[in-house]
């Protein structure tokens, strides 16, 4: 079960300042991507930018600055732009999914329709490599994914941003599904669990019954002391998830 109330992650995202070869950004940006289970959102801690986001209504850029709070649902492209020292709180729902690969990569059409092809633009060097090797690798990701950012765009200003955005959700439900049923595990044993025990103390309660309120806890956590990972869109401080 997730430490945070409701089956949430959180995660401390600094923003890449690497140029961007489309040149958004002042500073630099993330890589796009969707998440296919989980919605999230963005709580600004410092510095300016913005988040780009590109669903079934189109595209929106959404200026952001500390304290403002952007919010996008499963199947929504987003992109963080940095334009000087963007810091966000990442609120994630399902906790434990994306970090089990609910996350999907606009890379070119090519890549997206072959499962392996997809694996090896996606993911890092594994234990041994250096810091620079993986900041190597994380910017060559970033850049196929605006590679195959840059096509999607241009099927929108064709065909709409449903019609274009139709192929990429096909792939995306395609790549993930094999993951599905630990999925499926998972969130029962978490998010499920927590929905189902607010369920029977409600239950409770209305009739006049506090039982649970005796077997209450409380629980701390310090982030994980390991060098920040290389995220999507930034450099992640993260914390166990319990």
Request: with cysteine; aromatic share 6%.
């Amino acid at each position: 079960m997730s430490l945070l109330p409701g089956g949430v992650s959180l995660s401390h995202l600094r923003v890449y300042d690497w140029p961007a070869p489309d040149g958004v950004g002042r500073a630099g940006s993330g890589a796009p991507h969707l998440h296919t289970a989980s919605a999230e959102a963005y709580v600004v801690l410092g510095g300016s930018g913005a988040v780009h986001t590109l669903g079934p209504a189109g595209f929106a850029e959404h200026p952001l600055g500390a304290g403002d709070v952007v919010r996008f649902d499963p199947g929504v492209v987003h992109r963080a732009v940095n334009h000087g020292d963007l810091e966000v709180l990442v609120v994630m729902g399902n906790a434990g999914l994306p970090e089990a690969g609910d996350a999907v990569l606009t890379f070119p059409s090519a890549v997206l329709a072959d499962a392996a092809a997809y694996r090896a633009a996606a993911l890092l060097p594994g234990p041994g490599a250096t810091d620079d090797e993986l900041a190597a690798a994380a910017r060559r990701r970033r850049d196929l994914a605006l590679e195959g950012y840059a096509e999607l765009l241009d099927a929108v200003r064709r065909l709409g941003p449903a019609a274009a955005l139709r192929p990429l959700h096909d792939a995306a439900a395609r790549l993930v599904r094999p993951y599905v049923p630990h999925w499926q595990d998972r969130w029962t044993r978490t998010v499920l669990r927590e929905t189902d025990a607010t369920a029977g103390a409600l239950e409770a309660l209305v009739r006049g019954v506090a039982g649970h309120l005796g077997s209450a806890q409380v629980r701390d956590v310090r982030p994980d002391p390991a060098p920040r990972r290389y995220g999507m869109c930034g450099r992640l401080q993260t914390w166990p998830l319990g």
